[in-house]
């Protein structure tokens, strides 16, 4: 079996301070994640994937997100918080090996403060 | 290019009736996911098709629910009998494909919005 925690429901930040969005999973062989962001009354869109190679991955917006295997994490991070970033969160994971669908948190969301 | 497009956006309906809630996905994506959202509770996984086929149909919560996709286009999910606890919004997402352990992201719709009254 596949999850993942998101162990904050809210974070909030100031404009223009770094934001830390954090993500844990398990699963049972090598993980492929994913961050998505929803703004209100929108689906979700995709924002980075990790599949393999280099442990910190760029995204849209300027976010980006480090793979930790030893911790079983995946944080979201971004230098420098906007107002618009203000939005849920997901992360998902899932299991590189067979044909496993997305498991999804259960969502954080980031409100930016002016 | 055109992305996942739902419909209704919107939809109230009475406990007990029947609702059909569409699906278009991006074209050329072989894969296709409904998912429901409730307030505080995240995304919940109901049922994914590759192609026509429903390889995973575990996360539908009862048999009120079915879903089907036909020509590898169109999907629609339907909620007989509906309940108030069949509120919520349901997301539909496509993607490239699930085979092979492809790492495809996938590309979600605006969400029906269904209340039960």
């Known amino acids: 079996a596949q999850s993942v925690a998101q162990p904050e429901d809210q974070v909030n930040v100031a404009e223009g301070n770094p934001l830390t969005v954090k993500c844990t999973y398990s699963?049972?062989?090598?993980?492929?994640l994913f961050w998505y962001v929803q703004y209100p009354n929108r689906g979700l869109q995709f924002l980075l994937k990790y599949i393999t190679g280099d442990n910190l991955v760029k995204g849209s917006y300027g976010f980006e997100a480090e793979f930790n295997k030893s911790q079983t994490s995946f944080h979201l991070k971004k230098p420098s918080a906007l107002v618009s970033d203000s939005a849920l969160y997901f992360c998902?994971?899932?299991?590189?090996?067979?044909?496993?669908?997305?498991?999804f948190g259960k969502g954080t969301m980031l409100l930016v403060s002016p | 290019g055109a992305g996942v497009s739902q419909s209704p956006s919107n939809k109230v309906t009475e406990k007990g009736k029947d609702v059909e809630l569409r699906c278009d996905p991006i074209s050329g994506h072989t894969a296709l996911y409904w998912y429901r959202q409730s307030l505080g509770q995240g995304l919940e996984f109901l049922i994914y098709f590759q192609g026509n086929s429903a390889p995973d149909k575990s996360g539908l919560p009862s048999d009120r629910f079915s879903a089907e996709r036909t020509g590898g286009s169109v999907s629609t999910l339907t909620i007989q009998r509906t309940q108030q606890e069949d509120s919520a919004v349901y997301l539909c997402?496509?993607?490239?494909?699930?085979?092979?352990?492809?790492?495809?992201?996938?590309?979600f719709g605006p969400g029906t919005r269904l209340t039960v009254t």
């Open positions: 998902a994971v899932r299991d590189r090996g067979g044909y496993s669908t997305l498991t």
């Open positions: 997402a496509s993607s490239l494909g699930l085979a092979g352990g492809a790492a495809y992201e996938q590309y």
């Open positions: 699963v049972s062989g090598n993980p492929y």
